[in-house]
């Protein structure tokens, strides 16, 4: 029992991004209307989102931004030697940054995308629009 | 449909869930993830290119080649949505509305009609009826400036603290967005426009790339920054800090064009008259 519990907490992140995976895996397939859809594909990729932040982390780490840089701060000279244990990793970081811009960017895409199936079908609704399509 | 789908997922989630077992705990310094590469990144960062923020180093360095073409892609993004929604026939038949700024009166307009768009005395306003809004204008003045200059600071700043070019450009961005929302697209249109934008959207990408063909030209490697330190009068070092610097400002110039076309064309749905 508590093996289990303990695996519970100590990977809760992973558990956290299962969940947010499937809400919106389950939006996106099963519901009906297109910006339901969407907000489901925003889910999804704040899941995988989290999902790498939370491999990045280390504990007793700081932020990867060196402290001691050596010039400037008043510190000064000593160029301590830099242990990678205590810094998390920021490869996970650099593949988010540019990962949050690109869920914008595809997000604003698939809005337009929205706008013109709705000037077209005036409406959102997917059988709807299925239904538009066969009787044309 | 709903039944279904709730099987699927769940027994998709368990197997997500077994393979879960297998993973390293959070927080484990020894995971795969941070014993290969990014222990480098970690110790050479500064001692390569002088940045004390690796996260800055490695997107604008290590990685350029993934960065540069994330900026074409926001930059295509911003493409596909002028060729999709964007407009120039005006609409047919639609009445405007006009307030006369003196006394608050509001004016509608048929086709047809003469509209007084030239006076100083009459504002056009959305045809959803706005009011006068004072609170929330004057708010926006004060605010928006510094917005702006904190976009600037994490843009420039983006070496020694969290920032970058991406960030500050959506920061930059978001101010525009909310002088829209704030006051109306037209005005926003006037002070930014779309040719501006466009113009922005694709400078930034061509610094980018044009950093990195300026260090071809150097007879180095495409976006080796070291090869500018002749251009900077610096070592090689700091010259790869300085070439960070103006592929970040390249990339905050792309962002923010590209959110800013990304709300004007939603927001009107291609028509750029009428926004939110």
């Known amino acids: 029992m508590s093996e289990t519990l303990a695996l519970i907490i100590g990977k809760y992140n992973y558990w956290l991004y299962i969940i947010l995976m499937m809400i919106g895996l389950y939006a996106m397939i099963v519901k009906n ?43 000064g000279g000593g160029h301590a030697v ?21 869920s914008v960017a595809t997000f604003g895409v698939a809005m337009a995308l929205a706008v013109r199936v709705y000037q077209r079908y005036q409406t959102l609704e997917e059988d709807e629009i299925r239904m538009r399509l066969t009787e044309e | 449909m709903k039944r279904g789908g709730l099987v699927l997922f769940s027994i998709m989630g368990l197997l997500l869930a077994w393979g879960v077992l297998e993973f390293p705990g959070l927080g484990d310094p020894s995971s795969p ?6 222990p480098y990144y970690i110790q050479h960062s500064l001692t390569d290119t002088a940045v004390p923020n690796m996260v800055t180093a490695v997107l604008a360095d290590y990685r350029g080649y993934d960065t540069m073409f994330e900026t074409i892609v ?23 509305m ?27 306003i959305d045809s959803v009826w706005v009011p006068h809004d004072l609170v929330i204008r004057t708010t926006c003045r ?21 920032g970058g070019g991406f960030q500050g450009g959506v920061i930059l961005g978001a101010s525009v967005v909310l002088f829209a929302v704030c006051f109306d697209l037209r005005r926003t249109i006037r002070y930014l426009g779309e040719k501006m934008c466009a113009l922005l959207c694709a400078l930034g990408v061509l610094i980018y790339a044009g950093t990195g063909i300026l260090c071809m030209g150097l007879q180095s490697n495409f976006l080796d920054y070291s090869a500018l330190a002749g251009l900077f009068g610096t070592d090689p070092v700091m010259a ?8 970040e400002i390249g990339v905050g110039m792309a962002v923010m064009a590209v959110m800013v076309m990304l709300y004007y064309n939603l927001a009107s749905a291609g028509r750029h008259d009428e926004g939110l």
């Open chain 1, 33 to 75: 209307n297109l910006i339901k859809k969407l907000v489901g594909m925003n889910i999804f990729q704040t899941a995988i989102i989290l999902f790498y932040v939370s491999i990045g982390y280390k504990t007793h780490a700081t932020i990867p931004i060196i402290k001691d840089s050596g010039h400037g701060d008043g510190h």
């Open chain 1, 82 to 102: 830099i242990h990678a244990a205590d810094y998390i990793n920021p490869l996970p970081h650099v593949l988010m940054l540019t990962a949050i811009v690109v």
């Open chain 2, 33 to 38: 993830a941070s014993s290969h590469l990014s």
């Open chain 2, 74 to 96: 926001i930059f295509t993004a911003a493409i596909v949505c002028i060729f999709l929604l964007r407009t120039f026939k005006p609409p047919a038949s639609r009445y405007r």
């Open chain 2, 98 to 124: 006009y307030r006369h700024m003196a006394t608050g009166i509001t004016l509608r307009i048929e086709k047809g009609g003469k509209t007084p768009d030239d006076s100083e005395h009459f504002e056009r």
């Open chain 2, 142 to 162: 004060m605010v928006i400036p510094f917005i702006q200059v904190f976009a600037l600071y994490v843009i420039a700043h983006g070496h020694h603290s969290p």
């Open chain 2, 240 to 247: 790869r800090s300085h070439g960070i610097l103006i592929v």
